[in-house]
């Protein structure tokens, strides 16, 4: 329980800094491998919160081709909206 828990606290930081460079992740995709040393998790931690992510379609790993080893780039998958709609809501909320 703890673990699923941690992985869930840890996507949502992930979530945070991807809408805060939300025009890169949405238009060109953001390297997986840059994802650690920008929300300080180490990369075990950050493979399991986006596998997180990625179960529940907030985001999709693209393997870049003819990478060795194996690079994936994120990109907004089908419950992104999701994510910005939850954002929005939170936002105008605080300004009220």
Known sequence: MAHNKDAT???ARIVEWLLDNRSEFEESG???SKIPA???L???EVTKAIDHLETREDVARLP???SNPPKFLLKPARGWPEILNSASRRNTSAKA
Do not use: D, T, Y
């Open 30 to 32: 953001i390297e997986e």
């Open 42 to 44: 180490s990369e075990a």
């Open 64 to 66: 870049e081709s003819l």
């Open 38 to 40: 920008a929300v300080g």
């Open 9 to 11: 606290e840890s996507a």
